[in-house]
């Protein structure tokens, strides 16, 4: 199915299922499908980042693998675990087995021969843990990594994804190197609060995701909420884009756009008035003094 | 077209734009995969396998445009799998690229190259079919490639702006006053210093240490745990505990550099830069009308070399009047978002503003992304309000504003605060005996210096007299 996709049908696809991708989405999707590197997404919130995986992997039929990061995340959360219960379990209910598997060798040299000749048994993947990055790469059908807000992590835990990013695979000391099955499309969310280091911005696609231009915008909100009509939605949007300007402490984004809509949509409004935005303005400004510039705005552009 | 991309990565490397040769494969390599459709589509390929940080993009537009001024883009639909390995070949051999261009057009745009329609695969490869023809005799299907400036050569440095003297103000204005006639530290200063900070240290230490093991406990440490008690058939007599991660903790801080506050700032720095990795995780912020974050010039430089470099004005302008407004949108503006981990934050200046916008709101958001805010001002609180003085407003969003007027002032409360700090990310049975030790030690700490002055004896730190600023 991949070799056969050109960015047109990715956006196709992306729009079918209610994601409205520009020219730069789709092409990085489609050099990231065709490549098989991740893609490094980076961008204010609330733009549609982690927004793109989600749709993408319904799109594609990629099963979607989830990492959250956060402040000290490390291998055992990410990549794998060992299962110690497990083991030691095995060991207590297999003591018999292993008596008489022993018994038969005639002296204890012998018999550390042949137990070590069966160690792989307690070190295998019977007895291992699948983290996310792990399970994605195990995973048969070719699936989709979303590595969110990998800002949040720590620089050592960077320098683990190296490895996993570059080469697909995962080195487990007492297993060996596990290669991916399938190469999964990998997708790595940002949003700026630390500087992602140089080396793994190498390894990947570097896609910028900004505030989508008006016609896309309105697009955005159409898709979403076809119950409002083309003018509103239009009046919706350039409004925002006004009140992006306004050096607010936290602008409105494309997920307020969204919210904004449905909360429109819920209360049938069919124009943009100053009573209109007073009255819904909680949902575009997320702080008091905001609140107050939006409120201005909204009676000088729509008196 | 890999000679095409190399000499355009030389010139994205030429505006400062770091691209390694893994991303210039990536380049090639997606440009084979994709095809060269349009110019649009093109620009767009190499932005996403050649530029890393936004702040790269605009740079990368403006040399996309610059470099392919006259091109035109033509029918190149095939998959190029051999154009690929001959790329690949190519960039590993050293940018051979920059024989070819030495026959260079007079004019400021380099050779003009013609592309033909139809090539196969192959002559491209060896860029057969690309023809150097007259700049006059064009059809449209012709590419220029600029070339002049793009050989390779590393890019200047930045020339310093030396708009300033290298001696800077103070000595001047000053000279009646204590502030010596050197900015840089004496080497007897220096140990005076050192013995200040150790001291300081040896106070802190015996309390660190304790808490530091009980805040290092964490959850269950199940296979030393199994280890420890196999000899007791796997019943957990003795628990062994994981070990947390170490944390410093982190601490932000801004220091005015205009000359009515610098020698505070300097020793500030001074001070910060000593205790830094050994108790702290500092990032340094120094500012005049302009703000420059100095973290790493700090851990690399010998303070003496970053102190001169400060006061030949090459990081932030001196000869500006500074303005705690401006500096706080720039703080707000570059660094407030990669704030790690509530840090403490401390705010060195005299809050005189000269006059221009408060800002102040800004600082109601850096107090809400740190864990404590702190003010330290050489001033007075009756000067407060006057003139241009802003004390009143900013001191209202901070949790402290300390008034410090010497050297060992300024030690007392970055313990404090160092105290503070770590008391907060104590264990909760630890926190308690921190406090009441805090409480004993700075009050121990506050009335021998106390004593010290009133019977005339030497304090700890004033070799030269110039602790008084």
């Known amino acids: 199915m991949v070799s056969s996709i050109t960015q047109q049908t990715i956006s196709d ?64 959360k990410a990549l794998y675990d060992w299962e110690y219960g497990k083991q030691l379990l095995y060991t207590q209910l297999l003591r018999t087995q292993l008596d008489n598997y022993l018994s038969v060798s005639a002296d204890l040299k012998e018999a ?74 990998v997708i790595l969310t940002s949003n700026g609060t630390r500087m992602i280091s140089d080396a793994l911005r190498r390894r990947c696609l570097y896609l910028y995701i900004g505030y989508p231009e008006l016609e896309r915008e309105v697009a955005i909100v159409r898709a979403k909420f076809p119950d409002i009509c083309e003018t509103l939605a239009r009046q919706m949007v350039v409004f925002l884009n006004k009140a992006r300007e306004l050096n607010l402490r936290k602008p409105p984004s494309v997920s307020e756009a969204l919210d ?16 209109v935005v007073s009255g819904t303005v909680g949902v575009i400004a997320k702080h008091q003094s905001d609140l107050q510039k939006v409120t201005e705005l909204a009676t000088q552009e729509l008196a | 077209m890999e000679r095409i991309v190399t000499s355009f990565v030389a010139a994205l490397r030429e505006q400062g734009i770091r691209v390694s040769p893994g991303e210039s494969i990536d380049a090639v390599q997606a440009l084979g995969v994709c095809g060269m459709k349009s110019r649009k589509m093109s620009r767009q390929l190499l932005r996403l396998t050649l530029v890393k940080n936004v702040n790269d993009i605009p740079t990368f537009h403006e040399v996309f445009n610059l470099f392919f001024s006259r091109y035109q883009f033509v029918g190149l639909d095939e998959d190029l799998p051999t154009l690929m390995d001959a790329a690949i070949t190519e960039i590993e051999g050293e940018f051979t690229y920059l024989d070819v261009v030495k026959d260079d057009h007079d004019d400021d745009l380099g050779p003009l190259i013609k592309i033909e329609s139809e090539i196969d695969p192959e002559d491209l490869a060896e860029l057969k079919s690309l023809t150097e023809i007259d700049p006059d005799d064009t059809d449209g299907t012709e590419m220029q490639v600029k070339m002049k400036g793009y050989r390779g050569k590393a890019k200047k440095p930045p020339r310093p702006t030396r708009r300033y003297t290298q001696n800077p103000l103070t000595i001047e204005l000053d000279k009646s006053n204590s502030y010596g006639d050197s900015i840089t530290f004496t080497p007897e200063e220096q140990i005076a210093m050192q013995d200040v900070v150790s001291k300081m240290m040896l106070r802190l230490r015996k309390d660190m240490k304790r808490m530091k093991n009980n805040q290092n406990r964490g959850k269950l440490h199940v296979i030393r745990t199994i280890q420890k008690n196999y000899r007791h058939d796997m019943v957990p007599f003795q628990v062994i505990m994981r070990r947390k991660r170490r944390e410093k903790p982190r601490l932000v801080v801004l220091c005015d550099v205009s000359f009515s506050v610098s020698h505070a700032s300097r020793f500030m720095l001074l001070l910060l830069h000593t205790l830094h990795n050994q108790l702290l995780d500092v990032r340094s912020f120094i500012y ?22 400060i006061d030949t004005g090459e990081i932030v302008d001196l000869d500006e009047n500074s303005s705690f407004g401006e500096v706080f949108l720039k703080f707000k503006k570059n660094y407030l978002e990669n704030l790690r981990g509530r840090p403490a934050v401390i705010i060195l200046g005299d809050g005189r503003n000269n006059y221009g916008d408060a800002n102040d709101w800004v600082l109601d958001e850096i107090r809400e992304k740190s864990r404590y805010m702190l003010w330290l001002t050489p001033e007075e609180r009756d000067t407060w309000s006057r003139g241009d003085c802003l004390m009143d407003i900013y001191g209202s969003y901070c949790d402290k504003v300390e008034v410090v007027k010497t050297v060992d002032d300024l030690s007392l409360v970055v313990e404090d605060l160092l105290r503070d700090v770590y008391a907060d990310q104590a264990h909760p049975i630890d926190r308690k005996l921190l406090r009441e030790a805090k409480a004993a030690q700075t009050y121990d700490s506050a009335d021998y210096y106390r004593r010290g002055s009133a019977a005339g004896s030497e304090p700890v730190f004033d070799p030269t007299g110039r602790s008084k600023w």
């Open chain 2, 288 to 309: 005049n009308r302009d703000l420059a974050e100095i973290t790493e010039m700090l851990a690399n430089m010998p303070v003496n070399d970053l102190m001169e470099t």
């Open chain 1, 260 to 275: 904004w809509a449905q909360v429109l949509s819920i209360m049938k409004a069919n124009q943009l008035t100053p009573e």
């Open chain 1, 112 to 185: 550390v021969e042949r137990l070590s000749s069966e160690e792989s048994l307690f070190f295998s993947e019977n007895f291992l843990v699948q983290r996310p990055i792990l399970r994605s790469f195990m995973s048969q059908k070719r699936s989709l990594l979303l590595i969110d807000e990998i800002d949040r992590s720590d620089d050592e835990f960077e320098a683990l994804l190296l490895e996993c990013l570059s080469d697909f695979q995962v080195s487990i000391p007492e297993l060996g190197v596990i290669t991916a099955k399938r190469k999964p499309l």
């Open chain 1, 13 to 76: 696809l992306l729009k079918a299922n209610g994601y409205i991708a520009d020219d730069a989405i789709a092409t990085a999707v489609f050099l990231a499908l065709r490549m098989e590197k991740p893609i490094l997404i980076e961008g204010p919130p609330g733009v549609g980042k982690t927004g793109l995986a989600k749709a993408l992997s319904v799109a594609l039929d990629f099963p979607k693998v989830r990492l959250q990061c956060y402040e000290g995340i490390d291998e055992g």
